[in-house]
């Protein structure tokens, strides 16, 4: 097994319209043109949307929320001083065609789909939530957990098709629980599954402090032993399809593998192989590596799977959270200021830096 550290860090050529949004009073010299192309920001950001009208920005609202291809995106943002960004992809030509582009503030704390690289020598800045929805993602986590071992979702299904019928499951009290990547959200669900008297495991080469009693083991150690699997690990280069053959037939036959994190880090065909095997007895995923998901997948027949559209961030006090938060960071810029939560801090050195260099404290 690979040793990497995973705490979290957390077509089309037709012309893209926008709508934009005005503050009626008279713009100061400062304001920006910011674009939101997330759509959590436009139902959840109420404060952040009032923060960046009263300081003279004016703000963009795309027609659609999509994860856009490159020259769409350069037509959304090429005249855009701040994109608060969803997960489409910032790659070295977009930034390059983007020359007036000062910061990409992700409304989240996954930035795997921005080339941070290429960001830093185009001297735009980057900056995400870290904290925003650890909570969320925690709560959402045990959720899925209680729904594999107790087959709520087919029950569900079942009651509401007219049927009644008991379908045995497993307890998750006292059992053992092996989290990949013990970040602030692996943190968050030890805590909450600690009070199911759950023997915690935990593989991560970066130490962290715990509020609760785990044991450090090794990967190979934490998947033939844990009931539970649950990744919460970053999207890197290093991380990418770390949860493949050898690790499913890893894990044991009445195990399950939950996975609110990233696609990426699945190799979903062996997944799905395990599950058509019964190598593992089930799982849940929140995110898989194409978004949306085709109607056509094969995930959408695998059996014993749990599937939800990325969602585990989106409680309402947490989507709020993070998009004002969000908001706040290209207002802190905006004013001269570096933003708290800046991704790539070498930028503010570099010359090629689109603003003046930011005041630090």
């Given at each position: ?261 990233r696609g990426a880090l699945v190799n979903e065909q062996a997944l799905i192989a395990a599950l058509e095997s019964g190598s593992i007895a089930g799982a849940a995923l929140d995110v898989t590596v194409e978004e949306p998901l085709p109607a056509d997948h094969p995930l959408r027949r695998a059996p014993n799977l749990i599937l ?54």
């Amino acid at each position: 097994m690979r040793a990497t550290g995973l705490t979290e860090r957390g077509e089309g050529e037709q012309a893209v319209e926008c709508e934009a949004y005005r503050n009626p009073a008279e713009p100061t010299p400062m304001g920006w043109k910011v674009i939101a192309t997330s759509r959590a920001f436009w139902a959840s950001a109420e404060e952040g949307i009032r923060a960046l009208r009263e300081a003279g920005c004016e703000l963009v609202k795309p027609d659609r929320f999509e994860k856009y291809p490159a020259a769409d995106l350069i037509r959304l943002i090429e005249d855009c001083d701040a994109s608060l960004a969803s997960s489409e992809t910032y790659s070295d030509e977009v930034f390059a065609a983007c020359p007036r582009l000062k910061i990409v503030s992700r409304c989240g704390v996954g930035y795997d789909a921005v080339d941070v690289a290429a960001a830093t020598r185009h001297g735009v800045v980057c900056t995400n939530t870290p904290g925003a929805m650890v909570d969320a993602v925690a709560d959402f986590t045990v959720g899925l957990i209680l729904m594999c071992a107790r087959r709520m979702g087919e029950l569900d299904k079942l009651v509401h098709a007219g049927g009644w019928a008991e379908l045995s499951g497993t307890l998750v009290y006292g059992k053992t629980l092996g989290l990949i990547g013990y970040g602030q959200i692996g943190r968050a669900v030890a805590r909450r599954l600690s009070g199911f008297d759950m023997r915690v495991l935990v593989y991560d080469p970066i130490p962290a402090d715990s509020e609760v009693t785990v044991e450090r083991v090794a990967l190979d150690d934490l998947l033939r032993q844990a009931d539970f699997v649950s990744l919460h690990a970053p999207a890197t280069p290093e991380t990418a399809g770390m949860m493949g053959q050898a690790e499913f037939a890893a894990m044991r036959s009445s195990a399950y593998f939950i996975n609110t994190s990233r696609g990426a880090l699945v190799n979903e065909q062996a997944l799905i192989a395990a599950l058509e095997s019964g190598s593992i007895a089930g799982a849940a995923l929140d995110v898989t590596v194409e978004e949306p998901l085709p109607a056509d997948h094969p995930l959408r027949r695998a059996p014993n799977l749990i599937l939800t559209a990325h969602n585990a961030f989106n409680a309402r006090e947490a989507a709020s959270r993070m998009c004002n938060m969000a908001a706040q960071l290209v207002l802190q810029l905006m004013r001269g200021e570096a933003p708290a939560s800046t991704i790539n801090p070498e930028v503010y050195e570099s010359p090629a830096l689109r603003i003046p260099p930011p005041r630090r404290s």
